[in-house]
């Protein structure tokens, strides 16, 4: 039997509505302090007036649905014990959201490298938390 034979659909579902209240979470903390606002200050001119809050909580709601559906899936090719199977998981997770928008961000705009390494190091932190998350919530039971 595999791991997605273990786990329940419901219970994916509740633990990605939960990693998407902590994303919702940690998204706001990174974003929306000053520091974060000084270095990201190069964006100011395509940026928006004010942050659609509604339409951002909604989307980390179903990316964090939809990662746990990932994480699941993934879970036969990752390390078997829960933290080692959640750091994995975000350091995957980290590479296609933060490391890839980053080099793109890099190559498109003219951004400081300090904007570029606060995306990099607090994505990291971000992802690795979220992993975590995953990690302790969704193992598959025996």
């Known amino acids: 039997m595999n791991a997605r034979e273990l786990i329940s659909p419901y219970h994916v579902g509740w633990v990605g509505l939960v990693v998407g209240i902590a994303f919702a979470g940690l998204d706001a903390l990174i974003n929306a302090n000053?520091?974060?606002?000084?270095?990201?200050a190069a964006y100011r001119p395509i940026m928006r007036a004010s942050a659609n809050a509604g339409l951002g909580m909604t989307l980390d709601l179903v990316?964090?649905?939809?990662?746990?559906?990932?994480?699941?899936?993934?879970?036969?090719?990752?390390p078997t014990a829960w933290v080692a199977r959640g750091m994995v998981f975000g350091l995957i997770a980290w590479f296609f959201r933060v490391a890839m928008g980053s080099a793109s961000s890099a190559v498109m705009f003219q951004?400081?490298?300090?904007?570029?390494?606060?995306?990099?190091?607090?994505?990291?932190?971000?992802?690795?938390?979220?992993?975590?998350?995953?990690?302790?919530?969704?193992?598959?039971?025996?």
Do not use: C, H, N
């Open 34 to 40: 000053p520091l974060a606002q000084r270095l990201y």
């Open 63 to 78: 990316f964090g649905i939809v990662m746990a559906i990932l994480f699941v899936v993934l879970t036969p090719a990752l």
């Open 111 to 142: 951004v400081p490298v300090t904007a570029l390494l606060y995306t990099l190091a607090t994505g990291l932190v971000e992802m690795v938390i979220l992993g975590l998350i995953y990690g302790a919530l969704l193992k598959p039971q025996r």
